[in-house]
């Protein structure tokens, strides 16, 4: 969520004027992350999120924005997208496609406790429920295909042991790809800054910018290596034990997903390995931009590697 594109006041009120909301009171960007243009916008009687799109095509956006609705409505705490008066969720703001959400409550729990993880894979297993009965598929923009790509494309920055482990891991999750899991949408991203808290209470789910059709187990394993790990990037076995408990509690897993388990943890460390390897070595142009240090990603990798993530018996 860095600015990559400046949208001044007066350019965002005459934009406004589209959406039946009261007058523009203030608009603030959001500096952290960094795939899509984000500012917080204040009316006199709303609170939103604004969204310009840098990578998106304008075709692709319908299946983020109608999931987030879809979700709303389901009952799951996922900021709603905000129609304009024509009834579509997105427009042209600065030559970008742009939307506007719901501003939730809250802030992220950088330090979870078993309790807080517990909340997570409860939210997490009722999206996977909900998406079942969601109609728009949307292939992973990054999937197998992008992998390839991505490999290829930071090879030339690695050191040979990190060139040995990609090339490995690589051959390793050509297996994975063979399975068939049970798929629908997934977050593809809930890791602790986008899961927002009130009072230890969770209050809601951000930023479904890698929202696709793929693995729910895959989505389970991704979330898993960011909430459960301890400070050497292992499972720390009491917020893992509380996390996938409640989300079971809710969806439990097949056996297919359950003998998958340990490579969808490794396939969750590589492809955001990969993702932070790409941003930090071949950056976009950009202003207030931060990309995350891939270093992390393959202590998890390599920790996957070395301890499989078994799981408990049902």
């Known amino acids: 969520m860095s600015v990559y594109t400046k949208v001044s006041f007066d350019e965002l009120a005459a934009w406004l004027l589209r959406y039946a909301l009261s007058p523009l009171v203030e608009l603030a960007p959001i500096v952290s992350g960094i795939e899509n243009t984000n500012y917080f916008v204040t009316t006199e ?39 304009d008066r024509s009834g579509t969720y ?25 309790a807080h993880c517990a909340q997570i894979g409860h939210v997490l297993a009722q999206l996977h429920v909900a998406t079942g009965t969601f109609r728009g598929r949307h292939a992973n923009p990054r999937g197998a295909t992008w992998r390839t790509q991505a490999a290829r494309a ?67 394993a991704i979330t898993v290596n960011d909430w459960c790990i301890d400070a050497e990037c292992e499972l720390e076995p009491e917020r893992t034990a509380a996390l996938l408990a409640a989300y079971q509690a809710v969806r439990p897993l097949t056996d297919d997903e359950r003998d998958a388990w340990p490579l ?9 390995w990969l993702s932070r ?38």
């Not at 969808?264 to 955001?272: E, I, K, M, T, V």
């Open 45 to 83: 009687n709303e609170r939103l999120v604004l969204t310009l799109y840098e990578r998106l095509p304008a075709e692709d956006l319908p299946f983020y924005l109608n999931l987030m609705a879809h979700l709303a409505q389901h009952g799951v705490p996922a900021p709603a997208p905000v129609a």
């Open 90 to 114: 997105f427009g042209v703001l600065n030559s970008k496609p742009a939307s506007l959400v719901m501003r939730l409550d809250g802030a992220p729990q950088l330090s979870p406790t078993p």
């Open 154 to 220: 930071v090879k030339r920055f690695l050191q040979p042991a990190q060139l040995d482990l990609v090339n490995a891991e690589m051959d390793v999750q050509r297996k994975i790809a063979r399975r068939r899991l049970p798929q629908s949408a997934i977050h593809g991203d809930l890791f602790r800054d986008n899961a927002l808290f009130v009072c230890d209470k969770l209050s809601g789910i951000i930023d479904f910018g890698f929202a696709a059709t793929d693995a729910l187990a895959y989505d389970l």
């Open 264 to 272: 969808l943890l490794r396939l969750g460390a590589l492809r955001f």
């Open 277 to 314: 390897l790409y941003d930090m070595n071949l950056p976009r142009p950009g202003e207030l931009t931060h990309a995350h240090d891939p270093e992390h990603f393959e202590r998890v990798l390599r920790a996957r590697v070395a301890h499989p993530g078994r799981l408990p018996s049902p």
